[in-house]
């Protein structure tokens, strides 16, 4: 998708041209005044007079008309330098890709010396732009009748840069944008055409093409281990459940393992204690989780850091039929923890208790769990953070950091004692599934925590952000692909980590 030239010309033919103008100018300089003076100083009046707009994140179109070789070029607003941000830059490379995008161009060239700043890194920079374009350029193949005519997407972009590091960092960018891609296909997918066997299968198919090993345990599998959470849940499917684990070893040895645990309820309906129908349709997203450890793990696969990750997915569907588990019902976790289930709809924590325990069994040093979890996060950090449950707080700083690095916003909520109690509340069980509306995204996270035990565990509750109503600079509405930078950042920088 992306080649590298040097220098830039005017006489360089292009269908459209990015060139970055920052709002702080005083006189134009650089690139965007070459063009100012092939244009004989139009530029600057457009400029003026409002027609070509600098704040961040603004594209304005200009028709050249033959004045130099590239038909159109497209100014991309920056805001001002000394406050330029890796993230809006990032949002400002995906809003002109929308624009190309929408415009159906095909081919495009950029001037990275436009968008430099003594912020941000030029490799970085780099990896901002190849991140937005295939990020932002993304679209779902839906299932509606197709027209004749031929798709054109924007495959190609000529970047012009004299800078070394620039290539490492479209090769990164790619990666990343990859994975979200990925992810965002698993969410946007159909129920009935994303099963835990279909899970399963996309599982499969990236491991082996990064040549990983992978497992899939079975019903009879978990029957004979005890897995009596993940077990419950599935009850009420006629799909069979999936425990899904896929090894990268970055390391001559096991050790020093980090797990990635994703949530894979392909389909919930709430079960017994059924959700309302307005909107039910978008439970297709409630394996959200899984999708974002599976959109790491194809990043993982393509840059290969010295990490060694434990990739975990228990995938089941929640519905109802007449085995469905039900308000009351006792079972007995692989840890020997028994669970009463209050609320069939909290199904989320269940699976992951199974999943949890076993990637421990699994050699486990450090868990990070990824799941659309409560509601209760969505009604305390919105649509656009990402709640986290923590029993390490050095841990937590790691995953943090990472979050920070790709502006992925995370917040950490309280983990009191008096939490951990409620979810003693059962009268007949060790643990209680669902403690009621108070502290809901904590006492949710807190189950889980439950079976991590001591070994160093965050937990991230991605239900408000995993699914958007509204399209970003980034994307179209629908599945986010929410945290797959966050946990690839963290395997990368995990490397270095002892």
Do not use: C
Request: aromatic content about 8%; proline content about 3%.
């Amino acid at each position: 998708m992306f080649t590298i030239k040097e220098n830039w010309k005017k006489a360089d033919t292009e269908e459209a041209l990015l060139v970055g103008l920052w709002a702080d100018y005083k006189k134009l300089e650089g690139i965007p005044a070459e063009l100012d003076k092939a244009f004989n100083g139009h530029i600057t009046q457009l400029l003026r007079e409002g027609d070509i707009l600098t704040h961040a994140k603004s594209v304005t179109k200009v028709h050249t008309f033959g004045i130099v070789g590239a038909k159109r070029i497209y100014f991309i607003g920056l805001g001002r330098r000394n406050e330029a941000k890796y993230e809006t830059m990032r949002e400002a490379f995906g809003r002109a890709v929308g624009q190309l995008t929408r415009e159906k161009r095909e081919k495009a060239a950029i001037v990275m010396e436009t968008f430099e700043n003594e912020r941000i890194a030029p490799e970085r920079l780099a990896h901002a732009l190849a991140e937005a374009v295939t990020a932002a350029s993304y679209a779902f193949e839906n299932y509606k009748e197709r027209t004749n005519e031929r798709d054109k997407k924007l495959t190609e972009i000529r970047v012009y840069s004299s800078d070394s590091r620039t290539g490492n960092g479209l090769s990164t960018g790619y990666a990343f944008g990859t994975g979200i891609n990925t992810a965002r296909n698993l969410i946007n997918t159909p129920g009935n055409l994303m099963t835990p066997t279909d899970l399963a299968q996309a599982a499969m198919g990236i491991a082996r093409k990064y040549r990983m090993d992978y497992e899939i345990l079975e019903r009879e599998d978990m029957e004979r281990l005890g897995m009596g959470a993940l077990l419950a849940v599935s009850q009420g499917s006629e799909e069979p459940p999936k425990l899904i684990t896929v090894k990268y070893k970055g390391r001559d040895t096991w050790n020093h393992v980090l797990a990635l645990v994703g949530k894979g309820l392909t389909f919930d309906s709430g079960g017994y204690s059924i959700k309302p129908a307005s909107n039910m349709h978008e439970m297709k997203s409630d394996m959200g989780g899984s999708a974002a450890v599976l959109g790491a793990m194809e990043i993982v696969g393509q840059l290969k850091p010295q990490t060694n990750i434990l990739f975990v997915i228990p995938s089941s569907e929640n519905l109802i039929n007449g085995k469905a588990m039900k308000p009351g019902d006792v079972f007995t976790s692989l840890s020997g923890k028994t669970i009463e289930v209050r609320n069939t709809d909290a199904e989320g924590r269940l699976i992951l208790a199974d999943a949890i325990s076993y990637a421990k069994e699994m050699g486990a040093n450090y868990l990070v769990d990824v799941a659309t979890l409560t509601g209760g996060v969505v009604v305390a950090l919105g649509d656009t953070t990402t709640g986290a449950v923590t029993n390490n707080e050095a841990f937590f700083e790691q995953v943090k950091a990472s979050a920070d690095h790709e502006g992925e916003y995370l917040w950490q909520l309280p983990s009191h004692p008096h939490f951990k109690e409620m979810l003693r509340s059962s009268d007949v069980a060790d643990l209680n599934n669902s403690t009621g509306r108070l502290g809901h995204a904590i006492t949710g996270g807190l189950f889980v925590g439950e079976f991590a035990g001591e070994t160093p565990w965050v937990h991230l509750d991605i239900a408000g952000t995993a699914y958007s109503s509204k399209p970003s600079a980034l994307g179209p509405k629908g599945a986010t692909g929410v945290m797959v930078r966050t946990l690839a950042g963290l395997a990368m920088s995990f490397q270095d980590k002892e």
